[in-house]
């Protein structure tokens, strides 16, 4: 009872909590059952570690907890809450209706997921099977080698199939825009009054690293001493506050671990795991895996930033379309496959590379990045290249840009129609890869910051934000273009572009 104020000696304490905890405690409150259970759980926990100051029936002789005491409560508490599905909200606040063309939304799903496993057993057919076991090769070749064997010729499919699926889903209604948009359904999406209140915390009357240690020498070093509390703090809430303002780049692998209350060093567990798939992955030759060389080949190898982190992206992804657990661990629903032997955890399609691209800058083995990549595609991820009607789902981050590009520019909105290219088409790949292979490493961590501090149901948002915002800056010299080639020029230089700046100026200052 003294975890959540029902115990009138603890009551003050509720004034005092930030606003993750006031979400822990409205939630615990919200459900006794489970608050029993967690709590005969935390106390439990306390016991074994510190029973001097416990006794069976909570605090009876220390009227304070130690400092560090107070440290592990709020720890245990917050993972037991997590265990539990009781963190984010009570479960009558979490009950939404169905939004309105929530049937045409599932039944393209439905169709969607059925042409993709039709055109994979195609695929098979072309390459020989699903499955085959590799052999040494009279020509030298290792063909126990995991890179071993021929690339597919092409992908499942690419961001422009996406698109064009959910441009095709139909309601029988008519859109407001007269033609200014490419979808049919009507779906609500955040206003701009609601996204920067949302997001206040990109004011630009709030410090952030990207922007304001380019001005002052005194920020960075004083934010890398607060990343150090942070980090010895181990609390998952802190640091989630702390890096909607920005990591600082020595400490961000830190600061993303504590995020999601992952260990700092790679257990035996996840280690073996991954050298099982790779064993898997060296013994037999699955369509899946040359599905995924063929995209490393036509995406990461192919850029300058990426290109020599070659063999930690694919290990990754071969280990990542064999994991069991991340069908059941991922925020939306992922094409059901047979779980027959050859067939991917994950359909692999054009730029899945791209996600865990940039984590090859954070670490420099696989086994160590995997548990945070896993992490990031069951709880980002998976959104952006899936058909739902997610409030982070790609379709509506799709329809939120052409919201806000119309609000921002909506000249240049008829300019582009006027040339025949629909608005979205240009930042689909920007939405779906969260602007890896476009940005510059520098800039993707910067907003993968503030992605992961405002989080999988909020932190998407951001991309078309910064979609929309990027199309305004440039909104006068791709309105002097009149081709589509000229417009593909403008936007192909993003050197110069600051992902705080810009959305900063978007949402504030405009």
Not at 21 to 46: D, H, I, K, N
Not at 92 to 107: F, L, S, T
Not at 188 to 213: M, N, W, Y
Not at 299 to 320: A, G, K, N, P
Request: glycine share 6%; with cysteine; proline share 5%.
């Amino acid at each position: 009872a003294a975890l959540v104020g029902t115990n009138p000696r603890w009551r003050h304490t509720q004034a005092t909590m930030n606003e993750h905890e006031v979400a822990t405690w409205r939630a615990v409150q919200a459900s006794p059952v489970e608050f029993e259970r967690t709590a005969r759980e935390v106390l439990g926990a306390l016991q074994s570690r510190s029973g001097a100051h416990w006794e069976a029936r909570g605090m009876q002789q220390q009227q304070q907890l130690p400092r560090e005491l107070r440290a592990r409560v709020k720890r245990d508490v917050y993972r037991a809450l997590m265990r539990l599905g009781e963190h984010a909200a009570p479960a009558q606040a979490q009950a939404q209706a169905q939004p309105p063309h929530a049937d045409a939304v599932e039944a393209a799903r439905c169709e969607w997921e059925a042409a993709l496993l039709a055109k994979y057993a195609s695929l098979a057919k072309t390459h020989g099977g699903f499955l085959e076991p590799r052999h040494e090769r009279a020509d030298g070749e290792n063909g126990g080698s995991v890179t071993g064997g021929k690339p597919a010729k092409k992908a499942l499919y690419t961001p422009e199939d996406l698109l064009h699926t959910l441009a095709s889903i139909s309601a029988n209604s008519a859109n407001c825009m007269y033609g200014q948009t490419a979808f049919s359904v009507s779906l609500k999406t955040p206003t701009l009054e609601e996204l920067r209140q949302h997001f206040a915390a990109l004011s630009p009357r709030v410090r952030h690293l990207g922007i304001d240690d380019t001005f002052t020498n005194w920020y960075a070093p004083y934010t890398e001493e607060c990343g150090d509390r942070v980090l010895d703090a181990e609390y998952p809430p802190l640091a989630t506050s702390f890096v909607v303002t920005g990591a600082p780049a020595s400490q961000r692998k830190g600061i993303w671990l504590a995020v999601f209350d992952l260990p700092k060093a790679t257990s035996e567990q996840d280690a073996a795991f991954l050298q099982q798939c790779l064993a898997h992955a060296s013994t037999w030759r699955c369509l899946h895996d040359r599905i995924l060389k063929w995209d490393i080949r036509k995406t990461t190898s192919c850029d300058d930033e990426y290109f020599i982190f070659e063999d930690v992206q694919r290990e990754l992804l071969l280990t990542l379309v064999r994991d069991p657990s991340v069908r059941g661990a991922c925020a939306v629903a992922l094409p059901e496959t047979p779980e027959a032997e050859g067939y991917p955890r994950v359909l692999p399609f054009y730029g899945l590379a791209w996600y865990c691209a940039p984590l090859t800058y954070m670490f420099q083995q696989a086994q160590d990045a995997y548990p945070l990549f896993r992490k990031l595609y069951c709880e980002f991820f998976c959104r952006l290249h899936t058909v739902n009607s997610d409030h982070s789902g790609l379709l509506r981050l799709c329809m939120l840009f052409e919201s806000l590009l119309a609000q921002r520019a909506p000249h240049l909105v008829l300019h582009l129609i006027s040339l025949g290219v629909q608005p979205t088409a240009l930042v689909v790949r920007w939405i779906c890869f969260a602007f890896v292979g476009y940005l510059s490493v520098q800039q993707i961590l910067v907003l993968w910051d503030r992605i992961i501090g405002f989080g999988g149901g909020a932190g998407l948002l951001l991309l078309p934000v910064l979609a929309a915002a990027i199309l305004t800056y440039r909104a006068e010299q791709l309105t002097a273009c009149t081709t589509v080639r000229e417009l593909k020029e403008q936007l192909s230089d993003p050197h110069q572009l600051n992902v705080i700046a810009l959305l900063q100026d978007f949402l504030f200052l405009q």
